[in-house]
T-cell receptor
Framework: DAGITQSPRHKVTETGTPVTLRCHQT?????MYWYRQDPGHGLRLIHY???????DKGEVSDGYSVSRSKTEDFLLTLESATSSQTSVYFC?????????????FGPGTRLTVL | SQQGEEDPQALSIQEGENATMNCSYK?????LQWYRQNSGRGLVHLIL?????REKHSGRLRVTLDTSKKSSSLLITASRAADTASYFC???????????FGEGTQLTVNP
């Protein structure tokens, strides 16, 4: 696997609580992405980053925020978790931006919001 | 709606047989990618085919692209039980836009 780790790998939380997921890479790739995967929807892009402190929204960004203070770390925050945010979250990285080349995926975080 | 849509949703074959999965998309693309996902794991990149390419091979994988029909196919020859996984196509709509994934084809290869 490419050097991508996600933490935590599993989390159960309650509606209304804040949650932060971490993605850490050792590949020094410029681009980082957060996706969610749900049955019937495939993978959907939440937010992405094209450099330190440079981020932009994906197609399902409502209810999520991100931060990237270092090249290697990309954080996804659910300010107030809702049951609709129960999902598997994947981080990905790439050398080239957006659709221009292959993306390398982390192992995923399974989040359950009760 | 998804840019890429795979067909069939599920495919079950015997070891040694070939598996063909199809992907259709809606808008012009710069490239199309195929990924594999084993149960409980992240996606793994298999192959990228550019819009000016018609066919590409990688080991037992053969990918075709027909931009006039906005479709692609992934052929896995001489399948193995270890090929059991979900397969996704992903397209970029050009101009530096994001990758859009389909919902995947679940392939089961029976020993």
């Amino acid at each position: 696997d490419a050097g991508i780790t996600q933490s935590p790998r599993h989390k159960v939380t309650e509606t209304g609580t804040p949650v932060t997921l971490r993605c850490h890479q050792t590949e020094n790739h410029r681009y980082m992405y957060w996706y969610r995967q749900d049955p019937g929807h495939g993978l959907r892009l939440i937010h992405y980053s094209y450099g330190v402190k440079d981020t932009d929204k994906g197609e399902v960004s409502d209810g999520y925020s991100v931060s990237r203070s270092k090249t290697e770390d990309f954080l996804l925050t659910l300010e107030s978790a809702t049951s609709s945010q129960t999902s598997v979250y994947f981080c990905a990285i790439s050398e080239n931006g957006l659709g221009k080349g292959e993306q390398f995926f982390g192992p995923g975080t399974r989040l359950t919001v009760l | 709606s998804q840019q890429g849509e795979e067909d069939p949703q599920a495919l079950s074959i015997q070891e040694g047989e070939n598996a063909t999965m199809n992907c259709s998309y809606k808008t012009s693309i710069n490239n199309l990618q195929w990924y594999r996902q084993n149960s409980g794991r992240g996606l793994v990149h298999l192959i990228l085919i550019r819009s000016n390419e018609r066919e590409k091979h990688s080991g037992r994988l053969r990918v075709t692209l027909d931009t006039s029909k906005k479709s692609s196919s992934l052929l896995i020859t001489a399948s193995r039980a270890a090929d059991t996984a979900s397969y996704f196509c992903a397209t970029d709509a050009g101009g530096g836009s994001r990758l859009t994934f389909g919902e995947g084809t679940q392939l089961t290869v029976n020993p």
